[in-house]
Nanobody, 128 residues
């Protein structure tokens, strides 16, 4: 019902900021992003994919402990976009970031099978 496309990944120094965006491209005319909860995940080689942040249909947000206070997830249903503002970046934030969507009111950070639609990912590299 939707194709997700991430953008904004780049290299940044420790302590810097990066904003990621995820655009939802409707595949059916009746698609309404307000009916979907959304999340951001990240993955590095050799590690399991980690749920980073999620936002419910009512705007409630939740974050992994590792990013709480540094990352902010937000959405704009009118533009079909999902953002992840990442501040005070650390080398351990280096990863491929992927957005995901599920047609539920609430999205957890895990398990991944909760989510139906996934983007291809955008890379963030943080160097000291």
């Amino acid at each position: 019902q939707v194709s997700l496309v991430e953008s904004g990944g780049r290299s940044e120094r420790t302590g810097g900021s990066v904003n990621l965006s995820c655009k939802g491209i409707p595949l059916i005319p009746s698609f309404d992003m307000s009916e979907y909860c959304l999340g951001w995940f990240r993955q590095t080689p050799g590690k399991e994919r980690e749920g980073v942040a999620a936002i419910d249909t009512d705007g409630t947000t939740r974050y992994a402990d590792s990013v709480e206070g540094r990352f902010t997830i937000s959405k704009d249903n009118t533009k079909n976009t999902l953002d992840l503002q990442m501040d005070n970046l650390q080398p351990e934030d280096t990863a491929t970031y992927v957005c995901a969507a599920a047609k539920f009111s609430r999205c957890p950070l895990a398990p991944e099978i909760w989510y139906t639609f996934w983007g291809q990912g955008t890379e963030v590299t943080v160097s000291s």
